[in-house]
T-cell receptor, first 116, second 111 residues
Framework: NAGVMQNPRHLVRRRGQEARLRCSPM?????VYWYRQLPEEGLKFMVY????????ESGMPKERFSAEFPKEGPSILRIQQVVRGDSAAYFC??????????????FGPGTRLTVT | GQQLNQSPQSMFIQEGEDVSMNCTSS?????WLWYKQDPGEGPVLLIALYKAGELTSNGRLTAQFGITRKDSFLNISASIPSDVGIYFC???????????FGTGTRLKVLA
């Protein structure tokens, strides 16, 4: 009964490089959410995806950021041409979204991105 | 945009004491979630609330969905050192997918 898995746990990138963050939801969950957290702050919604569909990306910057959740494989959050301001912890959460239990979101351990 | 005010921002308490924290908003929510986050880890779901007035317990934790649907409360009884961490509330409005997170209450327990 594995929980939400994220990798890598830590990622260091130089300015201008690409960062790829992966998220495997809990078994049976087909809804994935990505959040960003800065030190000493709460979590900020970025994007909500179902399998092969982006449902709501209103919290994600329109440039350099993209997300996908393919039919097979993990969800990917991609940040192109990273800048120092992208340094943060990125969390993925999954939900079964079936009945009332679908409103619960379960988080992974996060990926801590550091841009040098 | 919507905001959740969480208070207190931080608190130091003695082991064995009870703890209370709350989350308030100007918006109406139809679901409240409470999470605990340890340093370097992801948030762990503690309690989920779905109905106004609902009172739900999970061990020493009790949370309530405010009757106005604009607030929620979390109580921890007989605190222990492992209760240390950051507690977040998250609210969801009807017909949306985005949970709004509070800024967190940082709890420190003095043995």
């Amino acid at each position: 009964n594995a929980g939400v898995m994220q990798n890598p746990r830590h990622l260091v990138r130089r300015r201008g490089q690409e960062a790829r963050l992966r998220c495997s939801p809990m078994k049976g969950h087909s809804h994935v959410y990505w959040y960003r957290q800065l030190p000493e702050e709460g979590l900020k919604f970025m994007v909500y995806l179902q399998k092969e569909n982006i449902i709501d990306e209103s919290g994600m910057p329109k440039e350099r950021f993209s997300a996908e959740f393919p039919k097979e494989g993990p969800s990917i959050l991609r940040i192109q041409q990273v800048v120092r301001g992208d340094s943060a912890a990125y969390f993925c959460a999954s939900s079964p979204r079936s009945g009332l239990a679908g409103y619960e979101q379960y988080f992974g351990p996060g990926t801590r991105l550091t841009v040098t | 945009g919507q905001q959740l005010n969480q208070s207190p921002q931080s608190m130091f308490i003695q082991e064995g004491e009870d703890v209370s924290m709350n989350c308030t908003s100007s918006s109406i929510f139809n679901t409240w979630l409470w999470y605990k986050q340890d340093p370097g880890e992801g948030p762990v779901l503690l309690i989920a609330l779905y109905k106004a007035g609902e009172l739900t317990s999970n061990g020493r934790l009790t949370a309530q969905f405010g009757i106005t649907r604009k607030d929620s409360f979390l109580n921890i009884s007989a605190s222990i050192p492992s209760d240390v961490g950051i507690y977040f509330c998250a609210g969801l409005t009807s017909g949306t997918y985005k949970y709004i997170f509070g800024t967190g209450t940082r709890l420190k327990v003095l043995a």
